[in-house]
């Protein structure tokens, strides 16, 4: 398997489920982000990952949780979603965090996430 | 405040033409780099093309080029002799090295018709 990859692909929740969402990068690259695409918004990054270290959240509410076991895997826990929680859910990794060209961000498939 | 501004929210363009996707930046910051991502309706993002502010040569890769203009702050996408697969959302996405904060436009979809 090659690039970067997201389970499931599509995902009907509940508010009251506990689901989470998968990435794992075949690259070995040492950052990954987890980005929220919502219908008429502009892509926002949520949080970023490098070596495993947690580097950025971008006030995203507590209902929405990360995990980096490690370098290549990354995790998105959610719990007690809201329906404006519905959008893609795209993963994203990179050789590094910052520096000319090396940053350049691979995107998983994304998770098309519907909360009811 | 960072911005990046995509102002075709739509374009149509026949196929074998070449288009211009615009992107203008807001950045005070002297080093950043500029990307342009393409997103088929699979959702999927691929990475088209980036642009460092420092280099001087526009940036190219096989029918993608980037008309980068420092002074206006513009970073276009050119896309040469499309094709009906270039049909998808195009984002241009803009990182500054500082602090490695990352924006990304709202995205322009370009259907290419037969």
């Known amino acids: 398997e090659t690039g970067v990859t997201q389970t499931p692909r599509h995902l009907v929740m509940g508010m009251t489920n506990k689901k989470s969402l998968k990435c794992e990068q075949h690259?070995?690259?040492?950052?990954m982000y987890w980005y929220k695409q919502s219908a008429k918004k502009p892509l926002e990054l949520m949080f970023v990952y490098s070596l495993e270290e947690r580097v950025e959240n971008n006030s995203v509410p507590s209902r929405f949780s990360p995990e980096c076991p490690n370098s290549s895997h990354l995790f998105l826990h959610l719990h007690t979603l809201q329906p404006e929680d519905s959008a893609l859910y795209l993963c994203?990794?990179?050789?590094?965090?910052?520096?000319?060209?090396?940053?350049?961000?691979?995107f998983g498939p994304g998770t098309r996430l519907t909360v009811l | 405040a960072q911005k990046i501004t995509q102002t075709q929210p739509g374009m149509f363009v026949q196929e074998k033409e070449a288009v211009t996707l615009d992107c203008t930046y807001d950045t005070s910051d002297q080093s950043y780099g500029l990307f342009w991502y393409k997103q088929p309706s699979s959702g999927e993002m691929i990475f088209l093309i980036y642009?460092?502010?420092?280099?001087?040569q526009n940036a190219t890769e096989g029918r993608y080029s980037l008309n980068f203009q420092k002074a206006r702050k513009s970073a276009n996408l050119v896309i040469s002799a499309s094709q009906l697969g270039d049909s998808a959302m195009y984002f241009c996405a803009m990182r500054l090295y500082r602090d490695d904060k990352i924006i990304f436009g709202k995205g322009t979809r370009l259907h290419i018709l037969p």
């Open positions: 642009q460092g502010s420092y280099d001087e």
């Open positions: 994203a990794s990179s050789q590094s965090l910052a520096g000319p060209g090396g940053d350049t961000q691979y």
């Open positions: 690259l070995g690259h040492n950052a």
